[in-house]
């Protein structure tokens, strides 16, 4: 006999576990909210001014507010933009501008190569404060044999994962250099500046 009925699943007397339920990540948008976003995603800029006349005061901040906490538009410049989520709300795809050729050629750069020549080329100034953290992992890895994650730790202080995320985020991305890491003969990984 059947205790209950889900959409997602049936939960019986002889079956006991719990019914599975999906959901989905992402709540339906609002008509004013569906309205302005296709109307943004039809101008070349993706501007979401001018919005409905009728959407005055109060209820125009809530709708902007609810856009911007669903990541649908981002404030730009004092505008409001649309975001690649917010065209694929709507399903529309955001504008190519023009003089931009799509990257579909098989020579064109891949997406990782892209980002990595950008990040290269916005890359902050490579002084760091001596006798800080940072600057002792620099340091360990520009050794010719490099620095194990343990040595590193050894002479920060800091976990692994911390050490981790100070070479990919601020050394590689921030900085700019170039890290090579290798697999020694002993199994331990090796990091070192190229």
């Known amino acids: 006999m059947n205790c209950w009925r889900s959409s997602a699943a049936t939960v019986s007397d ?31 800029e993706g501007n979401i001014e001018p919005l ?7 209820a125009r901040a809530k709708v902007i507010d609810g856009l911007l906490a669903r990541g649908l538009v981002a404030e730009s410049e004092g505008s409001h933009l649309l975001t690649d989520a917010g065209y694929a709300a709507v399903g ?14 098989p020579d064109a750069l891949t997406k990782r190569e ?23 992992i620099i340091d360990a890895m520009r050794h ?20 981790r995320g100070a070479i990919s985020g601020m050394i590689r991305k921030r900085l700019g250099y170039e890290v090579v ?14």
């Open 52 to 58: 409905p006349s009728a959407l005055r005061g109060g």
């Open 144 to 163: 010719p044999g490099g620095a194990t994650i343990a040595q590193m730790m050894a002479s920060t202080g800091w976990q692994a994962h911390t050490v």
């Open 14 to 44: 002889d079956a006991h576990q719990l019914p599975e339920i999906t959901m989905t990540v992402q709540a339906k948008l609002t008509d004013t909210q569906t309205t302005i976003l296709k109307a943004a995603a039809s101008r070349p």
């Open 114 to 136: 892209a980002t990595h020549a950008l990040q290269k080329l916005e890359a902050t100034s490579r002084t760091i404060r001596p006798g800080t953290k940072l600057a002792a």
């Open 92 to 105: 529309k795809q955001r504008p190519v501008p023009k003089g931009v050729q799509k990257m579909d050629a």
């Open 181 to 194: 890491t290798e697999k020694g003969a002993d199994g331990l990984r090796t990091y070192r500046i190229a």
